[in-house]
């Protein structure tokens, strides 16, 4: 399955990613007192996405007629991880979150002058991306139908007021795609609309930061205010009322790249680890042949196995165009699970130096938590999991799973 | 991937086999003073194998020309899972251990003459057959160089002394396939030889029987004692002082067949689980609905669909000629775990009910759980999954696991 | 803490009883055909009781009147482990389940003339007792307020009917204590009330057994059906109506007296791996010296501290007199899947034996299964201990758990 | 158990240090490239200490004549978690690590010399200071024979040299007390020497800092370097070639006491989660009524109690002058994981909050992840409890072990 792209993409990340991101300790964001972003990260990213367009490696998940390579879901498996062995390698080949999972959505939800106004700029990487779904409480969280956001219709197209928060990239986002409610209220299962927005519109500021553990994405995470801004009928991405099916083509696929990324970085911890264990020694012996060393390594080996076998298992159900839902949502829940243990682990085995800024580890740690909880929580997903396993019991529906 | 095959599999499984396995409480192997196997338990084997035979169902493994339907390892994994799915349903498609790796260990490491002989009655079901490789302490257990069983040479042939233990099948078995010392000692890597004896040679006694918690596998285990039993040349199974690399073409793909065989009884306890718990209710909610049931409900959908992925992936590579050593050892060790827990949970899903033979689980429960100790603890494989983590990172290879 | 009738308890346990556990593999219950209980099972507990009594340990536990030691619930803690150390430990000392919890209920809740009639004979061992509260569903199971039994009012007394299961030691029991309904509906949160029965009323039949895993409770565990079966207004324990009350005086005290009963199983357990590890090699290495079997045996030394603590705590503020409730609803989910985990990994560190006759570990697998099913299910127990710790934070009483 | 010293911790922490904790986002140390302690740490230091000072609450763990209140250690307890509750509690009693470990071994193993000179300023927070074992590799780390520092005999006193990294509050310490080897070789169980070195010695430098993911210990964590730094004979702290022996003295208590206070810390996490989840709904229900979230809670109640209960036990032993190393290895194992699996799930059921800074809760996540590595990893703890296990095995003294 070792495409040539994805060994393209393991030398690039090796030979040019990695330099980079040792020398700047892992971190891309950086927080910022002024307007817009840090210049120090923008230059960054410019010097990343350069890096990765002369190689020839940019965006190859998308279809060749938008400068990529057309990958399956199944290659996007493999390269997508092997890119995601370094934080910066998912910059540095413009398939990083949020931008990668909106070319996606626009790819198969948007209208043709829609692509052209908005995939083609994103693709090219001459702007960047946010996704504004999630709200301060009471707002949508883990819940959708708890939407607050709302647009009134007003001639010519829309007027969107309400607050999203934890949007990442939206500081000098070029585009911002929204959640808003056109119909119903909090609650209802039904009544959102996805807007594009640009993101110097009228009405829409960016309030502030909200600081978090990991600092891989770029502009960060804020806090947005929308009052009254205006958004023209040609704003509207698929169908009014039809967000939350919108936001479906953008989900399972969204979820199973993450994961295809995380697991990259999992398995850079443990051959950090590997070169802790294998060049230190302790209690007589080499670190990497103690017994309780070996519990951990094969531990990971297992978890990385696992996480692989799980996202291949949902890559192929997409490319076969069927029903991935509960598939990726089991692949979410295991590898965010098991990428978090897998850094921790490989914390563990490097002792002091892994919990210090000597090794790229306890960067690594910090930046993966959140997983467990963004893209729905691994409580959310379990409670649906629950739900559809009943469910197809009911139904006798339960070997198909099997499938 | 539910080929054809998987679900007439599946229909004579819940048609014919389960109503057999109710009424028998899940019992297969019966504890016997008395020569031979218990009748009623030959008798219920004959009748199981009888119907998958009439069912056109038997040993599918196997090639068109001995009788079988020539199944790809990926295809055998749908299919053993679905035979699994009741504890007699292996027995009945003549596909249980250790028949069924025996078969495959002929099929590719005897000769022609070796495999009319034996593999010939045994992909009829006219014999059954036994592996003796575990030998009494200080023999060979988790460690197979501590083999102690020694095999003189004499004029044409060679003469087998020593124990073994916990060797499944030995009872009236037709063929007992046997692994014994041509040369070195004990702790030494090499110098076995594997021998095809026929289970009813002089100097060959089953011994006593050793009691286990399970009682699924056809005339349970045996202590056997070699006395000088006399085996021809002929009766050597590859060639002298090789037989730890002939147990090779067993033992990857018979882990993976055990795999395949407990993930279907792991998704039978969790059906019987969900109809539990959809049933019945308490604390004013049906207990399906409950978030610590859901917690269990999800966290096995989890653990089935990963030890799924993991048997596919090792499928894979065993069906593209490719090593799959490690893919299988990590495949055993998660699966033989997460069986474990799947059925702890499904007992505890079922309350009072779980641990009583009102309901299979109690059965069930016993039955896996030997399979984290069999075929190659959970701890030896771990520590052979980290050796071998730790030599490719010293030799540069370990992105190759992530073909 | 080891006081002097710990010592002693040990010494007994060492000495008389585990050469007749060993004698009798484990089992003292035994299916039986025939009225009444196996006459081998009746011999063997009075076998057990006479030597308990002979050494003048027999129900330790009871004030001085009553034939014990007056021991604390601190110093039971230290002497319950010590006879749990052997399955057949606390039926030797008179302390087994159901009749110790059923002792304490007598001895705190019932009047002199019942005490005299029903604690006496159980104090001397000259009968045995059962305890009936779980009905067949849609009964009192998890939830105590399904309850579904009837008493009604009768001029001098009351009559029962209604079923109840897995009613350990109903066999031959001199006195069966139920709890029935007096008035409301299933569902309701009172109206129950506690009856004294003698085993042989009219009215009162074992309907069948109801085989379990485990086979270390005197008499096993049955279905009863009461038909009309009359008892007496002398027969009613406590208060009519206030039987929910009455059960809470044997609910804490008696999850703890298991939890110290099966701790000292637990400990036989990793006394029988670690004899198992120190006496085999494998991997050039003596198995205890291997890191994967260290890693079992720490975990084991800290679940059985952790275990212990726990049991003493909470033994502490029942000798205090202080409200027990949450520290023994922890203790017991707490001990009852650290033992679960304690003894599965004494089953791993013994390898195939592990699951064989050959020790006794297997035996010790099967019976502490049910203890996270029994006296309240560990789901149930959280349930309830995230409960009070929520309402503990709304009402700020916190910090009262840190006394 | 909740004496009145710990009522008056609580409010006291409660009232005057949470502000402040909160007023600085729970930072406590500060990177700082110029030379010494960064001025809005050192003044935040002082504040706090005032504050304790006045409430006289200061260094409550000393002797009444060195200006505690005379604690036993069951006390301390009570008190250190009391203090824990905030992370700078501690800090504001005088009794943070390392500089209450330090009293502690001043305490008992200096001369009444060397407690004047060096206790004195501390038990009064004049000055604070360094523990100086751990070293680059291939120093001494979990194993302590790997020792490389060396103190040469010279007229008078002795010559130290060689490296010490990970020295928690080096920067500005009064008093550095080293390990250095007086004889013997890297290797070598014995030859080890303590020393107390004023923190501005000749020969002493402070490298640079090692930067990890806590900011909760005063002056970071150093990097030392000693060039032939001249000690005096009087700065022998105990004897020579016996550091390590007086080490022990301050090992198994300062394991407790940072088992105290992280417990604390994690109570507190706890809180903050509860706080969330009941003033937060979701799915039509308060979150704290989810079964998922309920689950969550009831673990991390029982992780709690557990902590509490195992550090009781080890201080009751303490107290009564009995051995606790096994007891403290033990409860140090256990604590250190709970703690770490407490405050990862009020993480989790914070949701999006608790990855950000709008909470405490991400700080404490990072603040405890050392804890596991820290005072002896988890694994170097494990191995020695199996090795201790074994040899009571071996010795007969299993049963020692449930005092």
Same sequence: chains 1, 2, 3, 4.
Avoid at 70 to 86: C, K, N, R
Avoid at 89 to 118: C, F, K, T, V, Y
């Amino acid at each position: 399955m070792a495409t040539e792209p994805t060994e393209r993409v393991r030398d690039f990340v090796r030979e040019t990613v990695i330099p980079v991101e040792e020398r700047e300790h892992g971190e891309l964001h950086r927080p910022y007192d002024g307007p817009g972003i840090h210049p120090r990260e923008r230059a960054l990213r410019a010097e990343l996405q350069d890096a990765g367009r002369d190689a020839g490696l940019a965006t190859p998940q998308l279809p060749v007629e938008w400068g990529g390579l057309g990958l399956t879901a199944l290659e996007q498996a493999a390269v997508f991880e092997a890119a995601g062995y370094s934080l910066f390698g998912p910059i540095a080949l413009n398939i990083a979150a949020p931008d990668e999972g909106n070319m996606h959505l626009l790819l198969h939800a948007a209208s043709p002058e829609q692509r052209e106004r908005w995939l083609r700029p994103l693709a090219a990487g001459r702007i960047h991306s946010a996704f504004g779904m999630t709200e301060p409480p009471p707002g949508t969280g883990s819940d959708p139908r708890a939407l607050t956001a709302r647009a009134e219709r007003v001639p010519g197209g829309w007027r969107l007021s309400g607050e999203k928060w934890f949007i990442t990239g939206a500081r000098e986002a070029g585009l911002v795609i929204v959640l808003a409610r056109t119909s119903g209220e909090p609650g209802d299962a039904g009544g959102a609309t996805m807007f594009l927005v640009p993101g110097d519109a009228d009405g829409l500021t960016v309030e502030r930061d909200v600081h978090t553990l990991d600092a891989g994405l770029y502009g960060g995470h804020s806090l947005l205010r929308f009052d009254g801004c205006f958004v023209p009928d040609d704003g509207v991405l698929g169908d009014v009322d039809e967000g939350f099916r919108a936001a479906q083509v953008r989900l399972a696929p969204a979820r199973l790249t993450h994961c295809m990324r995380w697991l990259g970085l999992a398995g850079r911890a443990q051959d950090l680890a590997l070169a802790h264990v294998t060049a230190r020694r302790g209690f007589g012996a080499r670190l990497a042949d103690l017994g309780l060393a070996q519990q951990h390594i094969a531990d990971t080996e297992i978890d990385l196995a696992a996480s692989r076998a799980l996202i291949r298992d949902a890559a192929r159900l997409l490319d076969a165009g069927q029903d991935a839902g509960t598939a990726s949502s089991i692949a979410k829940t295991f590898v965010a699970e098991a990428v978090g243990r897998i850094v921790d682990r490989s914390v563990q085995l490097a002792g002091g130096q892994g919990v210090s800024e000597e090794l790229l580890l306890s960067r690594y740690w910090r930046e993966v938590r959140p997983f467990r909880i963004y893209d729905g929580s691994s409580e959310t997903h379990r409670w649906s999991i629950a739900r559809r396993a009943v469910r197809a019991h009911e139904e006798g529906r339960r070997h198909d799973l099997a499938r």
